[in-house]
């Protein structure tokens, strides 16, 4: 009897928190379902490309190669994403293209060939069978009927998707077959450097001993220049943005965090004895903050124009109202014992905050810049393609070119990479400086 | 004697000291201002060419938006369907995400984990999660999927998985596993375990880490509206390119989202306050 009364608030407790705990997960699913309701979750299926993705997906890591024939002067051409600037030599065309400039044969996986003749037809050569496709002047002319489900047939164009991602394409203006390769093309040197297409182990031995390619420069100085300047992947570009990305998250950083320093102490009660004072630098951070840093950037950038400029007084201003909330609170929790300590010598209030307040609150403040720095070289990054400086404007210029996608991919990778070692190096120094 | 001898010493390392200070100040220093010099160098329009023109355009806007003040309120309630869209994808992506972050939080925390030897390849997982910015995944969604919320909404989830996981994890480092060996004892499973062992310890701090992060969020989202994810930021990015004649709808979306920013920033800011409070109440012993 008594143990059931005594029971009785336990029990109405605990039926209370299952309410909550099997009713919170309903909520949420409950959300859930009416956002995606909201956002037409079922109408998506319909609206997605998932060929722009398979696209995406195979672009990431191969890369094609393009044999063309341009039908109204006859010339043939082999080259690398079919890219001017990557056009293969005689010489140095992959092993696979035979013939000359008039005539081309074209081996393609699992014993397809396609022949270009000096008279513009077309022939592709399946294990089922033998196809010919003739450009004419005002179309195209196949000399069969039953087209494989692999190909796509009409008046004006011949297409066929063929094994391992290659494809032929045939229409009035031209013929073009293309077959792909694992990797990045000409990540290292472009078709112009006289190193492209060397192994590894010749690389290396004409690093160390091998005769001077260029008579004017080592050889180990020639790959480094051609590296650097490689006409496709330009690495030193993406190096100099890569800095600049990181340039505009220190700048605005450290820039916001010496600026909020003095305007933190209006801000801090036990510094700023007037109400009014306190109130106006609060509202002032306030203010900084919730105008955000997309509004600053298109504010800024109408001033400035775009540039790292810009994106590095966006994050100072949003970050100076950040960190001078953050500071502010960090003021208001120091010991007061030092303070009267020194003010019990005489010290005037310069010295006092010299000695007794920035010794109790660099560490936090310190910690704080360098842990904001790492994100901010993310913000960074998204500012860069608003404002166009930066990492972010090459991932957004590649993104709208929906063509260089493993550029993209390059890109993506060295963003992380670039984050990732902020991080680290934001929590070594954060540790370091922690401990003294 | 001895005394002048340790004074001596102390005052040399202070000089010490203070030396190193001056000089990483100074190395601080040239590096902050030989980086604003090259940032404004390789800007198209240089500093102090533009700083005059700093005010033109808030005050076109301003005064513009002042002459038609009347026609405000009808842009706001046209541009409110995509607020609340914007609000959706800040609150759905941090709901997925803290869901996602949770799971990852367990899996990752030594002594919570169910495989722990798996316990570093999840850390992993989640620092690489964090280093994706927003951005790029939206970028490459909205080219599979097309522009709108959804490709937003798996954009941000993704990076709070990482950045909320991380956050839970050292709160959870810090739960008493004393409940879990209790459950453990009487031979409950792991995700009962974790249901009533866990989650009651830590659900206050997870609560408010999620608070900040939704408000961070709702910037997010607006950004990857401006690079066309939809939301207030896509209707921002129409209303700027009319231009002028048309400042009144560009301010009034201004208005909205600065508004939304400042509101959701003080009204998360008052709710943590409440739930760590609350917690340091309950420590105290002042709830059961």
Same mark, same amino acid.
């Given at each position: 009897?008594?143990?059931?009364?005594?029971?009785?608030?336990?029990?109405?407790?605990?039926?209370?928190?299952?309410?909550?705990?099997?009713?919170?997960?309903?909520?949420?699913?409950?959300?859930?379902?009416?956002?995606?309701?909201?956002?037409?979750?079922?109408?998506?299926?319909?609206? %997605?490309? @998932?060929?722009?993705?398979?696209? @995406?997906?195979?672009?990431?890591?191969?890369?094609?190669?393009?044999?063309?024939?341009?039908?109204?002067?006859?010339?043939?051409?082999?080259?690398?994403?079919?890219?001017?600037?990557?056009?293969?030599?005689?010489?140095?065309?992959?092993?696979?293209?035979?013939?000359?400039?008039?005539?081309?044969?074209?081996?393609?996986?699992?014993?397809?060939?396609?022949?270009?003749?000096?008279?513009?037809?077309?022939?592709?050569?399946?294990?089922?069978?033998?196809?010919?496709?003739?450009?004419?002047?005002?179309?195209?002319?196949?000399?069969?009927?039953?087209?494989?489900?692999?190909?796509?047939?009409?008046?004006?164009?011949?297409?066929?998707?063929?094994?391992?991602?290659?494809? @032929?394409?045939?229409?009035?203006?031209?013929?073009?077959?293309?077959?792909?390769?694992?990797?990045?093309?000409?990540?290292?040197?472009?078709?112009?450097?006289?190193?492209?297409?060397?192994?590894?182990?010749?690389?290396?031995?004409? %690093?160390?001993?091998?005769?001077?390619?260029?008579?004017?420069?080592?050889?180990?100085?020639?790959?480094?220049?051609?590296?650097?300047?490689?006409?496709?992947?330009?690495?030193?570009?993406?190096?100099?943005?890569?800095?600049?990305?990181?340039?505009?998250?220190? *700048?605005?950083?450290?820039?916001?965090?010496?600026?909020?320093?003095?305007?933190?102490?209006?801000?801090?009660?036990?510094?700023?004895? *007037?109400?009014?004072?306190?109130?106006?630098?609060?509202?002032?951070?306030?203010?900084?903050? !919730?105008?955000?840093?997309?509004?600053?950037?298109?504010?800024?950038?109408?001033?400035?124009?775009?540039?790292?400029?810009?994106?590095?007084?966006?994050?100072?201003?949003?970050?100076?109202?950040?960190?001078?909330?953050?500071?502010?609170?960090?003021?208001?929790?120091?010991?007061?014992?030092?303070?009267?300590?020194?003010?019990?010598?005489?010290?005037?209030?310069?010295?006092?905050?010299?000695?007794?307040?920035?010794?109790?609150?660099?560490?936090?403040? @310190?910690?704080?810049?360098?842990?904001?720095?790492?994100?901010?070289?993310?913000?960074?990054?998204?500012?860069?393609?608003?404002?166009?400086?930066?990492?972010?404007?090459?991932?957004?210029?590649?993104?709208?070119?929906?063509?260089?996608?493993?550029?993209?991919?390059?890109?993506?990778?060295?963003?992380?990479?670039?984050?990732?070692?902020?991080?680290?190096?934001? !929590?070594? *120094?954060?540790?370091?400086?922690?401990?003294? | 004697?001895?005394?002048?001898?340790?004074?001596?010493?102390?005052?040399?390392? &202070?000089?010490?000291?203070?030396?190193?200070? #001056?000089? &990483?100040?100074?190395?601080?220093?040239?590096?902050?201002?030989?980086?604003?010099?090259?940032?404004?160098?390789?800007?198209?329009?240089?500093?102090?060419?533009?700083?005059?023109?700093?005010?033109?355009?808030?005050?076109?806007?301003?005064? /513009?938006?002042?002459?038609? +003040?009347?026609?405000?309120?009808?842009?706001?309630?046209?541009?409110?369907?995509?607020?609340?869209? #914007?609000?959706?994808?800040?609150?759905?992506?941090?709901?997925?995400?803290?869901?996602?972050?949770?799971?990852?939080?367990?899996?990752?925390?030594?002594?919570?984990?169910?495989?722990?030897?798996?316990?570093?390849?999840?850390?992993?997982?989640?620092?690489?999660?964090?280093?994706?910015?927003?951005?790029?995944?939206?970028?490459?969604?909205?080219?599979?999927?097309?522009?709108?919320?959804?490709?937003?909404?798996? +954009?941000?989830?993704?990076?709070?998985?990482?950045?909320?996981?991380? $956050?839970?994890?050292?709160?959870?480092?810090?739960?008493?596993?004393?409940?879990? /060996?209790?459950? /453990?004892?009487?031979?409950?499973?792991?995700?009962?375990?974790?249901?009533?062992?866990?989650?009651?310890?830590?659900?206050?701090?997870?609560?408010?880490?999620?608070?900040?992060?939704?408000?961070?969020?709702?910037?997010?989202?607006?950004? $990857?509206?401006?690079?066309?994810?939809?939301?207030?930021?896509?209707?921002?990015?129409?209303?700027?390119?009319?231009?002028?004649?048309?400042?009144?709808?560009?301010?009034?979306?201004?208005?909205?989202?600065?508004?939304?920013?400042?509101?959701?920033?003080?009204?998360?800011?008052?709710?943590?306050?409440? &739930?760590?409070?609350?917690?340091?109440?309950?420590?105290?012993?002042?709830?059961?």
């Amino acid at each position: 009897m008594t143990v059931t009364t005594t029971n009785h608030p336990v029990h109405a407790m605990m039926s209370r928190k299952r309410m909550i705990s099997l009713g919170l997960p309903v909520v949420v699913l409950a959300y859930l379902v009416y956002v995606a309701v909201a956002f037409d979750l079922g109408g998506l299926a319909g609206r %997605a490309r @998932l060929d722009n993705g398979a696209l @995406l997906m195979r672009d990431f890591w191969s890369y094609k190669i393009h044999v063309t024939r341009d039908n109204r002067s006859g010339e043939i051409s082999s080259a690398i994403e079919g890219m001017r600037n990557a056009t293969f030599s005689a010489g140095n065309r992959p092993d696979w293209i035979s013939g000359n400039q008039n005539f081309a044969r074209v081996e393609l996986p699992q014993g397809h060939v396609v022949d270009f003749a000096p008279d513009g037809l077309v022939t592709l050569i399946t294990p089922d069978g033998r196809y010919r496709i003739r450009p004419t002047g005002s179309g195209i002319q196949t000399d069969f009927t039953d087209a494989p489900p692999n190909f796509s047939v009409s008046d004006n164009r011949f297409s066929a998707d063929l094994p391992e991602g290659a494809r @032929l394409t045939v229409t009035r203006a031209r013929s073009e077959v293309f077959r792909r390769h694992a990797g990045w093309e000409l990540f290292f040197f472009d078709l112009s450097s006289p190193f492209y297409g060397k192994s590894w182990a010749e690389l290396a031995a004409l %690093a160390v001993s091998g005769d001077r390619v260029d008579p004017e420069h080592s050889n180990l100085a020639g790959m480094g220049r051609d590296f650097w300047n490689n006409g496709i992947w330009h690495h030193g570009d993406v190096a100099w943005a890569i800095f600049e990305t990181i340039l505009m998250a220190f *700048l605005g950083t450290f820039g916001a965090g010496l600026v909020a320093l003095p305007l933190a102490f209006m801000a801090a009660s036990n510094f700023a004895p *007037l109400v009014l004072m306190r109130q106006a630098a609060r509202r002032f951070f306030d203010l900084l903050r !919730g105008v955000d840093a997309l509004i600053w950037t298109i504010i800024l950038s109408r001033a400035f124009g775009p540039g790292p400029l810009t994106g590095s007084l966006a994050i100072l201003l949003t970050e100076t109202g950040t960190f001078g909330k953050l500071f502010s609170e960090a003021l208001e929790n120091i010991d007061e014992k030092p303070v009267e300590g020194l003010r019990s010598t005489g010290a005037g209030p310069v010295q006092r905050i010299r000695w007794a307040v920035m010794p109790q609150v660099s560490p936090v403040i @310190l910690s704080q810049l360098l842990y904001y720095f790492e994100s901010n070289t993310r913000s960074a990054t998204v500012i860069g393609a608003i404002t166009g400086g930066g990492i972010g404007l090459l991932l957004m210029q590649a993104m709208q070119t929906q063509k260089d996608w493993e550029h993209v991919a390059y890109y993506i990778l060295l963003i992380v990479v670039m984050v990732m070692a902020m991080d680290w190096l934001s !929590g070594r *120094l954060r540790a370091r400086l922690i401990r003294g | 004697m001895t005394a002048d001898r340790i004074a001596a010493t102390y005052h040399a390392q &202070l000089a010490r000291r203070r030396a190193y200070g #001056t000089v &990483l100040w100074a190395i601080f220093a040239a590096l902050l201002v030989a980086g604003f010099d090259m940032a404004n160098r390789r800007n198209a329009g240089g500093f102090l060419q533009g700083l005059p023109s700093v005010l033109d355009y808030p005050d076109a806007l301003i005064s /513009e938006a002042w002459q038609k +003040a009347g026609a405000l309120p009808g842009h706001m309630w046209r541009a409110l369907p995509s607020l609340v869209e #914007t609000l959706n994808i800040a609150a759905a992506s941090t709901l997925l995400g803290a869901i996602g972050g949770g799971i990852m939080a367990l899996l990752a925390t030594p002594g919570l984990a169910p495989w722990p030897r798996l316990v570093p390849l999840f850390r992993r997982l989640l620092d690489i999660a964090r280093a994706i910015p927003e951005l790029v995944i939206a970028l490459v969604l909205i080219f599979v999927l097309g522009g709108g919320p959804v490709p937003a909404v798996i +954009a941000i989830s993704f990076h709070t998985v990482g950045a909320l996981g991380k $956050l839970f994890s050292e709160v959870a480092e810090n739960a008493s596993l004393k409940p879990v /060996e209790g459950l /453990e004892s009487v031979g409950a499973s792991w995700p009962q375990r974790i249901w009533f062992g866990v989650i009651p310890q830590v659900a206050p701090n997870w609560a408010s880490y999620m608070m900040l992060r939704f408000e961070i969020n709702i910037r997010a989202s607006a950004i $990857l509206g401006f690079v066309g994810a939809g939301g207030i930021g896509y209707e921002l990015r129409n209303a700027i390119s009319w231009g002028q004649g048309r400042y009144d709808a560009a301010m009034a979306i201004f208005l909205m989202l600065f508004v939304t920013i400042v509101l959701f920033d003080q009204l998360t800011s008052v709710a943590r306050n409440r &739930l760590v409070r609350g917690q340091e109440h309950g420590e105290k012993g002042g709830r059961i």
